[in-house]
């Protein structure tokens, strides 16, 4: 159903553009309504897209090098056991990987984008403390190797710096939370003013 | 206006008690794909501390030995490693980022044991051990040499006497639960000044499941 509304809201881009070009006339033609709906369907759609493939890149990442995840866990120097940290270099990238196939799938939207808002919530308090007390660690995220960038170079130096993941969680986490807000439209409301009725 | 306030108070109750029990059972399935993923993987993590680990951590006698105390047992490997390569490799035709490393004083690079396999075995990169010297003693990659970080002040000065300063080094310790070989990379970046420090996070363990041992 939302790929249906997609093809029809990108069906309709070009034509209200070139319409628009055309003459005034064409304008006043061309429904209003139908602006306000492309920009519901298709700006979240590519939000939520970016959001699942980074998270789905990241668990997968790590699914493939737990010792390597755990060793950049403790680069941070998290006051955290280090039984904790392995909990969590364990559960973490299944936690990702579900999360962005939740988000691709659009299964279970509001835990979904809930979840991604959680995840890169606490990403960005663990990037911004280790920034804060100036540890100069590789962040560990992603792993760069599968799109053909050496680790050692300055290109995935930087990708992986403190600096740019700061940069980047937040907006990934603004990207989170505004799928959350949009996830309950005004439609719900309606059906629970039906319920109540 | 209140009418409203309340509906929408009663649509989030309703809301979220679901969304709460299935944000449970996410957190349960992650948890339980990741224990099980974890426990078939042969390189996984492991929860109880290994032999090295043990090792590393209790023997902490400061023996303020010299860094070549081995150097006949080990004489093939040490001996042959000490040298700097005679025409020092620089920085960028091995480590595109060492340069960048020496002059901006980043991190040092983390490096698998299959990334410089073949630069220790000709010889292009001298690996450290951080581990302390009985743990060296009792196994250690060859071609390695002995800078335990618990004897570092009394290690260093022989260290540094024997390598010059765009020497490459790999530092490893016990295995990716011991934070030494990272410590001791960046100390030697940092504070002493060398140009090409690379560690092996998944340390001695990583190699010894690599080639068997």
């Known amino acids: 159903m939302n790929a249906a509304k997609l093809a029809n809201a990108t069906a309709k881009i070009p034509a209200s553009q070139s319409s628009s070009r055309r003459s005034a006339q064409a304008r006043t033609v061309q429904p209003v309504h139908e602006i306000p709906n492309v920009r519901a369907t298709i700006f979240p759609t590519i939000v939520r897209t970016l959001l699942a493939f980074l998270l789905v890149w990241a668990g997968l990442s790590k699914l493939g090098d737990p010792i390597n995840a755990y060793t950049s866990l403790l680069d941070y120097q998290l006051p955290a056991p280090k039984v904790f940290l392995k909990l969590v270099a364990m559960v973490l990238p299944w936690l990702e990987l579900l999360c962005g196939l939740m988000l691709l799938a659009n299964f279970h939207r509001r835990l979904a984008t809930l979840t991604a808002s959680l995840l890169f919530g606490v990403f960005l308090i663990m990037v911004g403390q280790a920034a804060a007390r100036g540890l100069d660690i590789s962040c560990g995220c992603f792993n760069l190797a599968v799109f053909g960038i050496n680790p050692a170079s300055a290109s995935a130096r930087f990708l992986e710096s403190v600096g740019f993941a700061l940069l980047r969680d937040a907006i990934l986490l603004a990207g989170a939370v505004y799928l959350v807000r949009i996830g309950q439209p005004s439609r719900p409301t309606t059906a629970a003013a039906g319920h109540i009725g | ?213």
Not at chain 2, 9 to 30: D, I
Not at chain 2, 163 to 179: D, E, M, Q, W
């Open chain 2, 1 to 213: 206006m209140q009418k409203a306030a309340r509906r929408t108070q009663l649509m989030n109750q309703e809301l979220h008690k679901p969304t709460l029990r299935r944000a449970v059972c996410l957190l349960l399935a992650s948890t339980g794909l990741g224990l099980a993923s974890n426990a078939l993987n042969p390189a996984g993590l492991r929860w109880n501390k290994t032999n090295a680990e043990r090792e590393f951590e209790t023997t902490g006698d400061a023996g303020a030995v010299g860094i070549y105390r081995n150097e006949t047992l080990y004489a093939n490997e040490t001996l042959s490693a000490k040298p700097a390569p005679k025409t020092p490799l620089t920085a960028d035709q091995h480590f595109p980022s060492a340069r960048a490393n020496a002059t901006t004083g980043e991190a040092p690079t983390r490096s698998t044991w299959a990334e410089i396999k073949s630069m220790v075995e000709s010889r292009r990169i001298v690996l450290v051990d951080a581990r302390t010297r009985s743990a060296f003693d009792a196994g250690h990659i060859p071609g390695a040499v002995s800078l335990p970080f618990k004897d570092f002040a009394s290690e260093i000065q022989a260290f540094m006497a024997a390598y010059p300063l765009a020497t490459p080094l790999a530092i490893y310790c016990a295995n990716a639960n011991c934070g030494t070989s990272s410590q001791l990379a960046t100390t030697l970046t940092r504070i002493y000044k060398f140009e090409n420090v690379r560690y092996l996070p998944g340390g001695y363990q990583e190699w010894r499941n690599a080639e068997g041992k």
